[in-house]
């Protein structure tokens, strides 16, 4: 994030990259359980049920656009 104004990459606002610098934090979207090199700290338990975290806030996001698109093409 160039000079940690908080803007993010190409002024889009923080999250947006690809969480490698210390505003992102690898924690977009419910992705901070079990992202990258953390996955091998994770027992199967652990990573099963973050996984099963990360489905349910994406089927969220999902549903959200598709009401939010029946919104716009009415």
Do not use: H, Y
């Not at 969480?19 to 690898?26: A, F, I, Q, S, W």
């Not at 338990?45 to 990360?54: F, G, I, R, S």
């Amino acid at each position: 994030m160039p000079g940690l104004s908080g803007t993010g990459p190409q002024g889009l606002g923080a999250g947006t990259g690809r969480g490698l610098g210390p505003c992102g934090c690898g924690s977009r979207r419910g992705w901070n359980l079990g992202q990258g090199f953390g996955r091998r700290f994770l027992s199967r338990k652990e990573e099963v049920e973050a996984l099963k975290d990360q489905k349910i806030a994406l089927e969220a996001d999902l549903k959200a656009l598709n009401e939010e698109l029946k919104g716009l093409e009415k």
